[in-house]
Protein backbone atom coordinates (compact mmCIF):
# COMPACT_ATOMS: atom_id res chain seq x y z
CA UNK A 1 0.00 0.00 0.00
CA UNK A 2 1.31 3.48 -0.92
CA UNK A 3 0.81 6.24 1.14
CA UNK A 4 -1.54 8.91 0.41
CA UNK A 5 0.56 12.12 1.42
CA UNK A 6 4.21 11.09 0.15
CA UNK A 7 3.93 8.21 -1.91
CA UNK A 8 6.27 5.91 0.33
CA UNK A 9 6.10 2.37 0.66
CA UNK A 10 3.50 2.06 3.75
CA UNK A 11 4.47 -0.57 6.62
CA UNK A 12 1.56 -3.04 7.53
CA UNK A 13 1.55 -2.50 11.03
CA UNK A 14 -1.79 -4.79 12.58
CA UNK A 15 -5.03 -6.54 11.99
CA UNK A 16 -8.30 -5.99 13.74
CA UNK A 17 -11.55 -7.85 13.26
CA UNK A 18 -14.48 -5.44 13.10
CA UNK A 19 -18.24 -6.13 12.85
CA UNK A 20 -19.08 -4.86 9.17
CA UNK A 21 -21.08 -1.73 9.18
CA UNK A 22 -22.73 -1.88 5.81
CA UNK A 23 -24.21 -5.06 3.61
CA UNK A 24 -20.80 -4.93 1.30
CA UNK A 25 -18.97 -5.71 4.12
CA UNK A 26 -21.15 -8.26 5.71
CA UNK A 27 -20.99 -10.09 1.77
CA UNK A 28 -16.96 -9.97 2.59
CA UNK A 29 -16.79 -10.95 6.06
CA UNK A 30 -14.76 -13.70 6.98
CA UNK A 31 -16.49 -16.70 7.88
CA UNK A 32 -13.63 -18.44 10.04
CA UNK A 33 -13.13 -15.20 12.33
CA UNK A 34 -16.75 -13.72 12.12
CA UNK A 35 -16.09 -10.23 11.21
CA UNK A 36 -14.37 -7.99 8.34
CA UNK A 37 -10.79 -7.85 8.58
CA UNK A 38 -9.42 -4.63 9.14
CA UNK A 39 -5.44 -4.27 8.32
CA UNK A 40 -3.77 -0.70 9.51
CA UNK A 41 -1.14 0.74 7.94
CA UNK A 42 1.74 3.53 8.72
CA UNK A 43 3.92 5.34 6.78
CA UNK A 44 7.53 5.44 7.66
CA UNK A 45 7.81 9.15 5.76
CA UNK A 46 5.62 11.01 7.59
CA UNK A 47 3.31 9.16 9.75
CA UNK A 48 0.53 8.81 7.91
CA UNK A 49 -1.90 5.85 9.21
CA UNK A 50 -4.54 4.11 7.14
CA UNK A 51 -6.60 0.94 7.07
CA UNK A 52 -8.30 -0.89 4.56
CA UNK A 53 -10.94 -3.12 5.35
CA UNK A 54 -11.74 -7.11 3.72
CA UNK A 55 -10.93 -8.90 1.01
CA UNK A 56 -7.43 -9.15 1.52
CA UNK A 57 -5.89 -11.90 -0.55
CA UNK A 58 -2.56 -11.57 1.38
CA UNK A 59 -4.27 -12.31 4.72
CA UNK A 60 -6.33 -15.69 3.48
CA UNK A 61 -2.73 -16.64 2.89
CA UNK A 62 -1.50 -15.91 5.92
CA UNK A 63 -3.92 -18.01 7.61
CA UNK A 64 -3.38 -21.02 5.54
ZN1 LIG B 1 3.76 9.26 3.94
Not at 40 to 46: D, I, L, N, Y
Amino acid sequence: MTCPKCGAEMNHQADKLVHPVTREEAASMTPALDGVVESVFACPGCGWIDSRRGGEPLRKTEIR
